[in-house]
Structure formats: structure tokens, C-alpha cells
Nanobody, 128 residues
Framework: EVQLQASGGGLVQAGGSLRLSCAASGLTFDDYAIGWFRQDPGKEREGVSSISTSDGSTYYADSVKGRFAISSDNAKNTVYLHMSSLKPEDTGVYYC?????????????????????WGQGTLVTVSS
């Protein structure tokens, strides 16, 4: 059974930083791309950032470029989302998800329809 465990959310002031973690199990980690998505109440879920755990390809939404950085520790089957210069509009529930990537011809991106496995969310609240 594939499991994705997201953690690291919390309350932070605007301008602050947080690091989210997504620990994966039950899959061949190197074959997948892992993505972070966020959803604020009343809004659609949006892709924030994704990374291929095999070739390191990354995707960032325009709204987070220059502020967020995604990385992968394949030895720990974990993907991190380093968030800095946080803004109130970054508030939301952050979900991690996995997409089979190696040999698929897919591109690392922010489309949730590409994701096959989802974890539970972790709440990030940025106060102004």
C-alpha cells in the first residue's frame, strides 16, 4: 500500500519560513515524481511544486518561484518543500502526491490529474 505522510505545517508570521516533509512508502521511490499541492477553503487546489526523484526535474508555480525550493532525499524516501518569505496568501492545506514518472513520458508539473497517490494534508497558516 502506497502511503504519503506530509508533515511540518504550522502557524508562521508573514516573512517567515517553514519546511514541509513528505515521507513515502510502499512504492519504488526513484520511479516517481512527488508534488505539493495546496488548497485554501473556497478555492480550487493548485499545484505548488513538484520534483522527479530520478532526474531532479522540478516545477514551481509562478506564485512561489524564488521563495520555495523543493528537494528530495532518496535515501530517506522523503521530499521536502522549503518555504521562505511566506505570505498570507500561502495559507492553506498542503498535500503531497505521487506520480509514476520514469519511462512514462510525463513531464513534472502541477496538474493534480497526473497524480496517482495522495497523502493527508498539513495545514500552513501565515499570519499578517
Amino acid at each position: 500500500e502506497v502511503q504519503l505522510q506530509a508533515s511540518g505545517g504550522g502557524l508562521v508570521q508573514a516573512g517567515g519560513s517553514l519546511r514541509l516533509s513528505c515521507a513515502a512508502s510502499g512504492l519504488t521511490f526513484d520511479d516517481y515524481a512527488i508534488g505539493w499541492f495546496r488548497q485554501d477553503p473556497g478555492k480550487e487546489r493548485e499545484g505548488v511544486s513538484s520534483i522527479s526523484t530520478s532526474d531532479g526535474s522540478t516545477y514551481y508555480a509562478d506564485s512561489v518561484k524564488g521563495r520555495f525550493a523543493i528537494s528530495s532525499d532518496n535515501a530517506k524516501n522523503t521530499v521536502y518543500l522549503h518555504m521562505s518569505s511566506l505570505k498570507p496568501e500561502d495559507t492553506g492545506v498542503y498535500y503531497c502526491a505521487a506520480m509514476w514518472y520514469v519511462g512514462s513520458g510525463r513531464v513534472v508539473g502541477g496538474d493534480e490529474a497526473d497524480m496517482e497517490h495522495w497523502g493527508q494534508g498539513t495545514l500552513v497558516t501565515v499570519s499578517s
